[in-house]
């Protein structure tokens, strides 16, 4: 047998081009995942955008009674409708008036409920919170979170870092997306 000094450099070749497009091909397939994400965690976005605005116009729509008991804002003091889960919300605890036996406090309530239902049904643990400046609801001026879990994703998009949430709900584990919204009615 006759053996060339050169013997097996071409498999050594080979396995040295297969590594350097390795190494090539592992962040294109990095960009791959992260491009098909996207669209998805925009997806919720929009919808938290679309949340907001349909409720601070239900807001502005039914204006309260400043003699009624129930608050502008009848959640404000109690927790967030986030909690984290995709547990159904519960109805509050006085009956929702069907139209047109409706009045300003029933029908605030109706619009609270729907959009927590609507927040947990369009997001994935989605939530709703609202609060006034000081606890002073009688200015009209108010603050918004629409909140949601999303699946776990890049570290570059951590919520901690950009999100602005309520206090309290912020630290939770795993934080949550939020979207803020200010507005006056």
């Not at 925009?42 to 009624?68: D, H, I, W």
């Not at 159904?88 to 729907?114: K, Q």
């Not at 927040?119 to 949601?148: H, Q």
């Amino acid at each position: 047998m006759n053996h060339h000094p050169q013997s097996g450099a071409f498999l050594i070749e080979v396995m040295v081009a297969t590594l350097l497009l390795s190494f090539g091909v592992l962040p294109l397939i990095a960009t791959m995942t992260f491009a098909v994400q996207m669209p998805k965690l925009a997806g919720y976005r929009a919808t938290a955008v679309n949340l907001a605005s349909n409720y601070v116009e239900r807001m502005r729509a039914n204006p309260a009674n400043p003699a009624s008991p129930v608050s502008l804002f009848p959640y404000s003091e109690k927790p967030s409708s986030y909690d984290g889960t995709q547990a159904d919300i519960s109805a509050p605890s006085l009956s929702l008036c069907n139209y047109p036996d409706c009045n300003v406090d029933t029908m605030l309530i109706r619009d609270v409920y729907e959009m927590q239902v609507a927040a947990r049904r369009e997001l994935p643990a989605g939530g709703i919170v609202v609060s006034c400046d000081a606890g002073d609801c009688s200015n009209g001026i108010g603050n918004l979170w629409v909140m949601w879990q999303e699946p776990d994703s890049f570290d570059a998009l951590s919520p901690s870092s950009s999100d602005n949430c309520p206090t309290g709900v912020a630290s939770t584990d795993p934080n949550p997306r939020c979207l803020y919204v200010r507005f006056t009615l």
